[in-house]
């Protein structure tokens, strides 16, 4: 069977058919942006998804990952504006936003953002002092953020995040500010013992001046007692009763008999003085007795009241 030249050149248009069917056709995956270049000349972006684009005059330019992505920030050193020499390592999150101006305005990305971020660290950091460093990180990525996020802009990327994760002093730095913190924890503790030694001596002056007061309240009002209980026995004497005056000389007479017998020293009290006097004494106490029960109803009262005679002899 002899072959034809129309049987050679239909399997030859097929194939070719097929060939620029196939080189036309594009499927995108998810998660990422194409470029079409015709004649080396930006045209167009084809995005996740079967696309078509003109075979042999069309070719895909850049492929661009449109996920957000992590770039590592490898350490450096810092010098702090206080000069002290700090070890620095980050990480920074970015996303394409704008797949031909992150093609074709920056060569070489990733390395742009690395080093634009490693720029702004040391400019960042270097303005600060090293205990602001050590105590306003959260202040410090913000900055960052929107310095480097400012920066990459026209690239057609955004900068998420930027974060410091390690900031190493020297090992003799470390040293002396555990010193210092040691220093400061001693001193506040000695504060709040003086303050605690301060107060405890206010309260215990505040006892006493308290208790001297309440003291001098108490003998005022006893030496009040004792003028007014003068003062009734004067008027008494005056008015010409006799009798208050031995009741008073009686009462201040018992009291000390009975301060001398509860001491602890005294077993025996020897008292030269006549009994008829203590007697007489008595006496009165019975006189002022039978004025306080007065009248008739008290007249046994009275009698029973009225002292012995007691006579007295030498010896």
């Known amino acids: 069977m002899a072959f034809t030249g129309l049987d050679v050149v239909i399997p030859v248009l097929v194939v070719l ?96 953002i690395l080093n634009l971020t490693m720029t702004n660290i040391r400019t960042v950091m270097g303005s600060m002092d090293l205990d602001e460093l050590l105590s306003n990180r959260d202040a410090i990525n913000e900055r960052l953020l929107r310095v480097v996020d400012e920066a990459a802009h026209p690239w057609g990327i955004k900068v998420t995040r930027v974060e410091i994760k390690d900031i190493n002093p020297p090992a003799n730095l470390v040293e002396s500010m555990a010193r210092q913190m040691m ?61 208050a005056l031995n009741y008073f000389v009686a009462q201040k007479y018992t009291e000390a008999l009975a301060k001398i017998g509860s001491a602890g020293n005294s077993k025996v009290v020897l008292m030269p003085m006549e009994a008829s006097s203590l007697i007489g004494t008595l006496g009165g106490i019975g006189e002022i007795a039978k004025d306080v029960f007065g009248g008739d109803g008290g007249k046994q009262s009275r009698q029973s009241a009225r002292p012995p005679v007691v006579r007295s002899t030498e010896s």
Do not use: C, H, W
């Open 183 to 243: 220093a400061e924890r001693n001193k506040r503790a000695q504060i709040l013992e003086a303050e605690g030694l301060k107060q405890s001596q206010i309260l215990e002056a505040e006892g006493r001046r308290e208790a001297a007061f309440r003291d001098a309240e108490a003998r005022e009002r006893a030496a009040e007692a004792e003028a007014r209980a003068t003062q009734v026995v004067s008027d008494a004497i005056s008015k010409g009763d006799v009798q």
């Open 17 to 112: 058919v097929l060939l620029v069917l196939f080189t036309g056709i594009k499927t995108i995956p998810q998660g990422y942006n194409y470029t079409v270049e015709r004649f080396g000349r930006y045209t167009k972006t084809l995005t996740p998804g079967l696309n078509l684009i003109v075979p042999f005059v069309d070719r895909i330019g850049a492929k661009m990952n449109m996920m957000e992505q992590v770039l590592d920030v490898p350490t450096q050193e810092i010098i702090t504006r206080d000069n002290a020499i700090v070890a620095v390592d980050g990480v920074a999150f970015y996303q394409v936003l704008n797949a031909p101006q992150a093609a074709y305005q920056v060569a070489g990305l990733q390395n742009a």
